[in-house]
């Protein structure tokens, strides 16, 4: 294989990125590599680490990808990424934008190595809390979930928790092990209440932030994905957050502008079967933009329940 398309086979199989030594594997010259850094096809991302724009860093993802692989091949196979960077490669849902800081772990050894760019960490890792994921090296969802609640808010730690159990990359019970195993960390005493608060039934950030407002404000859900019925027993739809008393079924709405009119159509579908069969029940939703009020959150779900002890004091 010619040693330009050869060299563009290894970069599209790593997310775009490419190292000298492997471009010297493959048979590409040093005036050809000058070549292509002239032309812009190529960019060095770190010293001896390039990116064939033709085939990485296209979208936001794509973007993250290359550069969780570059610092792997910039700091050599004993690296592995950690943290918030392993959270991502996970699909841990909870952590705000990506914004281009890579987290990688590495042997003590190397601990007075720096690499623009990366934020390295020295953590002692034992060789069962890391694996590949997406052909990168990481840790495994347990070990990731004991780094980052370190370093995050307790929202953004709940948020990663449900997320972690919702997709079921740990198991509920595993918990207490790992926050057990955090216990001579530095964060480990402000982190360990959070542990506890953690419920895979939550399908999105925003359900999670949503429940802990309301439990902070003393008005807890008494149930998540609460199933309704309608008279003949059939499953007519599935509710975020519950609260029985108040008749309250509080919907997440973290649909974006784009949403496919067939979805909104079959919700609007869901939402009148539900209200026919179930009149009784209050129907909120709330979306991104309310978090920034949590007031009116706890409003509208105290007013939820005044609403019904009248109308069951009308109704007696």
């Known amino acids: 294989m010619d ?15 490419i190292s000298s030594e492997q471009v010297r594997r493959c048979g590409l010259s040093r005036r050809t590599l000058r070549s292509l850094l002239n032309r812009g096809r190529w960019v060095r991302m770190h010293h001896g680490v390039y990116l064939d724009r033709g085939t990485g860093g296209g979208t936001a993802r794509g973007r993250f990808l290359s550069a969780a692989m570059a610092a792997q091949l910039a ?11 392993a959270a991502r490669l996970w699909g841990m849902q909870g952590l705000p934008p990506w914004d281009g800081a890579v987290h990688m772990t590495i042997p003590g050894r190397g601990s007075r190595r720096r690499v623009p760019g990366i934020t390295l960490h020295t953590w002692a890792t034992d060789r069962g809390e890391f694996t ?14 004991r780094d ?10 709940v948020c ?33 209440p959070w ?3 953690a419920d895979g039934r939550a399908q999105s950030p925003l359900e999670t932030r949503i429940r802990l407002i309301c439990g902070d404000g003393g008005l807890p859900p008494d149930d998540l994905q609460h199933p309704f019925y309608d008279a003949r027993g059939h499953l007519i739809a599935v509710g975020d957050l519950w609260w029985a008393e108040r008749r309250l079924l509080v919907e997440a709405d973290g649909r974006g502008p784009h949403e496919l009119p067939e979805a909104l159509l079959h919700d609007r579908r869901r939402q009148n079967a539900l209200a026919a069969a ?26 939820a329940g005044r609403q019904a002890a009248g109308s069951r004091q009308s109704s007696s």
């Open 278 to 303: 179930h009149p009784d029940v209050r129907i909120v939703r709330f979306t991104w933009a309310d978090l920034r009020h949590p007031g009116y959150i706890l409003d509208v779900v105290g007013s």
């Open 195 to 197: 542990w506890g608060m």
């Open 148 to 157: 980052t609640v370190l370093r995050v808010d307790r929202v953004t730690a």
């Open 75 to 85: 700091l050599g196979p004993a690296a592995f990424a950690s943290a918030e960077t």
């Open 160 to 192: 990663l928790l449900d997320s972690a159990l919702n997709r079921q990359l740990v198991a509920a019970d595993e918990l207490p092990g790992l926050a057990a195993a955090n216990s001579d960390r530095a964060g480990c005493a402000r982190s360990l």
């Open 132 to 145: 590949t994921r997406g052909g990168m090296r990481a840790t495994v969802p347990g070990r990731t979930l």
């Open 3 to 17: 040693p330009s398309q050869e060299a563009q086979r290894i970069a599209a199989s790593q997310y775009g990125v």
